[in-house]
């Protein structure tokens, strides 16, 4: 099993940045992709952007060329945030998916507890 971690999380204004960083803790040597979603008020969870283990990566297209992930192999995820927006508004989770722990691969994934970014004026 796995535990994440996030922070960086806060307000910010239109057009400002924000970083957060997610840190696994665990037994997993090796985690098939790292990434985030979100969740707005009234809203579903949607995804956000993905890393895989061999470093292509996934956005969605409200935050691409804004948004940026990377990973530091299975100890930890980021997510640079840049000209944000008020949609941008929400809570963001950390997960992980596709766990390899000693020789044992399991399909699962895992949660942050998520953090709040809130893009205000």
């Known amino acids: 099993q796995v535990r994440l971690v996030e922070s960086g999380g806060g307000s910010v204004q239109p057009g400002g940045s924000l970083r957060l960083s997610c840190v696994v803790s665990?037994?997993?040597?090796?985690?098939?992709?790292l990434g985030w979603y979100r969740q707005a008020p009234g809203e579903q969870r949607e995804l956000v952007a993905y890393?895989?283990?061999?470093?292509?990566t996934n956005y969605a297209d409200s935050v691409k060329g804004r948004f940026i992930v990377a990973r530091d192999n299975a100890k930890a995820v980021f997510l640079e945030m840049n000209s944000l927006k008020f949609e941008d508004t929400a809570v963001y989770y950390c997960?992980?998916?596709?766990?390899?722990?000693?020789?044992?691969?399991?399909?699962?994934?895992?949660w942050g507890q998520g953090t709040q970014v809130t893009v205000s004026s």
């Open positions: 997960y992980a998916n596709g766990l390899t722990i000693g020789d044992t691969f399991y399909p699962m994934t895992s």
């Open positions: 890393i895989s283990r061999g470093g292509g």
């Open positions: 665990g037994s997993a040597s090796e985690i098939n992709n």
